[in-house]
């Protein structure tokens, strides 16, 4: 693992003889000394030594003097300081540079940080999953990758604002014509509400979106075949009546290999950032120093 660790990170300015580790042999690297408060905890000091090592590897390499967003910030910085100032903006970072403002500045330290964070995560071509892993992944973790079943019903709405105050009665009515339809059509029924249609596919995610929580629970609790309502809206009333349902279900990998891909890189990046941090930790000596 120091092998593959090291042959990445060499470019981030880590000082090991090449010989020695394409040898195996473990290499003694710098040796750092990290202050903490004097009550941190264990897991307050791991923390500061993981941070400590990556800031020197990202200043090795010399990130916090050629990224772009470092190079934007302090521009930034030095028009705050010399809002008068008309020289280019290199001019205005090459400056910032010979103050060593990046050295003590927050938001360049964040980004080293996280920079160092994506080069440890960096997943070589051996390491990509092959298709048979994608599908594995895929089954194994089906539930995250669930698409949620639609349902195909009919729907009737009654308006709130064009019939106020008959709302109510207008909605009893509505409900007794509908049982005397048995399976007849209710063509021509109800008021217009824009997006509506007589009949309609949505997944119950759609219809909360649409109409509401109260529409989508009825819709997807209904017994295909019977109406239901008066159900209320924010816009008025409605009947629904459920003519089929298709369950859930989890798509094929040809149609979400790259959710799934992602899904899974997530988890190889993860280890390989833990991998990697590791041995540079045991790569260093590390000194600790608390102070008051």
Do not use: C
């Not at 909360?208 to 629970?217: F, H, N, T």
């Not at 094929?252 to 590791?278: N, S, Y």
């Amino acid at each position: 693992m120091l092998r593959t660790l090291l042959n990445f990170f060499l470019i981030g300015g880590l000082l090991f003889g090449a010989k020695a580790f394409f040898e195996g042999r473990r290499v003694e690297g710098p040796e750092i000394t990290v202050r903490v408060p004097a009550s941190a905890t264990p897991a307050e000091v791991d923390a500061a030594v993981r941070e400590a090592i990556l800031l020197r590897e990202a200043r090795l390499y010399g990130w916090d003097k050629r990224d772009p967003i470092v190079f934007k910030h302090l521009v930034r910085n030095m028009r705050f300081i010399e809002p008068d100032s008309t020289e280019d903006d290199l001019t205005l970072y090459m400056r910032a540079i010979e103050m060593n403002m990046q050295a003590h500045d927050p938001v360049v330290r964040s980004r080293l940080l996280y920079r160092a964070g994506e080069a440890l995560a960096y997943v070589p071509e051996d390491r990509m999953p092959t298709r048979d892993q994608l599908e594995s992944h895929r089954q194994a973790e089906g539930d995250q990758f669930e698409r949620e079943g639609r349902v195909r019903f009919q729907h009737i709405f009654l308006s709130r604002s064009k019939r106020v105050d008959s709302l109510v009665a207008d909605a009893a009515a509505m409900q007794t014509r509908l049982a005397a339809l048995g399976d007849d059509p209710a063509s021509g029924l109800g008021d217009p509400l824009p997006g509506l249609r007589a009949e309609q596919t949505a997944t119950p995610s759609q219809i909360k979106d649409d109409y509401g929580l109260e529409l989508a629970k009825a819709v997807e609790e209904a017994v295909p075949g019977a109406w239901r309502g008066p159900v209320p809206s924010v816009y008025g009333l409605h009947f629904v009546r459920v003519i089929d349902k298709e369950p859930a279900y989890v798509p094929p990998l040809d149609v979400i290999a790259a959710e799934v891909r992602a899904d899974l890189l997530r988890g190889v990046r993860d280890e390989l950032r833990k991998e990697r941090m590791a041995a540079l930790r045991d790569a260093y000596t590390v000194r600790i120093e608390r102070v008051p």
